[in-house]
């Protein structure tokens, strides 16, 4: 994008990637939490006389007044507080995609799992994009930094935050910087949020993670796995197809699906087995190039396949990401 199409377009938020992550990650855990309630309860549904209030409805409110907080209020407090009620709506919306996409209106319609973690696999793939590539101009320094100052007239800034504010408009030039800080005396003071209960634990846990997934005994059977279990998958399908018993799967285009990607997948990872020896940076470049086929095209079919029974797998997957990456990581820093 060119600077003059740029600054045709509103300032861009700073904060842009963490709305549109809270976003995704409340939608995701309203999708599970809603379908573990509804299997456990035996899908009952709210109404009677004839009537049936899906629980798109309550989507559809939920993103009304997710939108409604993000307009109505200042500040980045309440846009969070808008992407998480937005996201809760948008999870008991998607969640009744089925519906709206058969004839028959089928909640229980097979490819609405597949279809559900497409949705969302974009969104990440959008979200993290952004958070990426998002480089703001001068001027959209200053216009987040005067946003800050807006946000903190009611509840105020903790020093921190301020700290944050004028590393924004640093090089904005001295009168820039100068009135922003003046601004700032102007905004009351607030201490540090207290430490919430869930936090220490949080914290050693990522920090257990970080180190688990430095360890060359966690590295090796990782990089075992992403060889042997992709194969393994396309032996199982050729296998069924030779028993016949795929003609009898219920959704036998979504295991050929899922059969090509781990196809693709197995073929990356061998190839990074091979360069192992004289190249291990490339060798995990190949192994993340292999989860993300798995991750962005391979689950789509897996959830089509076996349904909500996939987080298990997606789960897996994304811990072997995290082991791949950190690796990876490593070597790059070491070269």
Not at 77 to 93: C, D
Not at 186 to 193: C, S
Not at 213 to 242: C, D, F, H, K, N
Request: glycine share 10%.
């Amino acid at each position: 994008m060119s600077p003059s199409s740029r600054r045709r377009l509103p300032p861009r938020a700073v904060d842009a990637a963490a709305y549109l992550q809270a976003f995704v990650l409340s939608g995701v855990a309203t999708v599970l939490v809603t379908r573990a309630f509804l299997r456990a309860t035996g899908y009952p549904q709210l109404g009677g006389g004839g009537l049936h209030i899906a629980h798109v409805l309550w989507g559809g409110l939920l993103m009304t007044v997710g939108l409604g907080v993000a307009l109505v209020f200042l500040g980045g407090a309440a846009r969070m507080t808008g992407a998480v009620l937005a996201g809760v709506g948008f999870g008991l919306f998607i969640d009744e995609v089925g519906k709206f996409v058969t004839a028959g209106t089928d909640y229980f319609y097979r490819p609405a799992a597949g279809i559900i973690y497409a949705v969302f696999a974009l969104l990440v793939v959008l979200t993290q994009g952004l958070r990426d590539r998002l480089r703001l101009t001068p001027g959209e320094r200053v216009a987040n930094a005067l946003d800050v100052v807006v946000g903190g007239l009611g509840r105020g800034l903790t020093d921190r935050r301020r700290v944050a504010t004028l590393r924004l408009v640093r090089g904005a030039g001295p009168e820039v910087e100068s009135a922003v800080s003046a601004l700032l005396d102007v905004v009351p003071r607030r201490g540090p949020p207290p430490q919430r209960f869930w936090q220490p634990p949080v914290a050693r846990l990522r920090a257990a993670l970080i180190r688990l997934t430095a360890r060359r005994w966690v590295v090796s059977p990782v990089v075992v796995y992403l060889v042997v279990e992709p194969v393994a998958t396309v032996v199982g399908v050729v296998t069924e197809e030779v028993t016949g018993e795929l003609d009898q799967a219920g959704e036998w285009g979504a295991v050929l699906g899922v059969s090509a990607s781990a196809l693709v997948a197995g073929v990356l990872s061998i190839r990074a087995a091979f360069l192992l020896r004289h190249d291990r940076r490339a060798a995990f470049r190949l192994f993340k190039l292999a989860l993300l086929v798995d991750l962005l095209f391979g689950q789509i079919f897996n959830f089509t396949v076996n349904q909500f029974d996939a987080v298990t797998g997606l789960a897996v997957d994304l811990l072997l990401l995290a082991v791949v990456t950190a690796e990876h990581r490593r070597l790059v820093r070491e070269s």
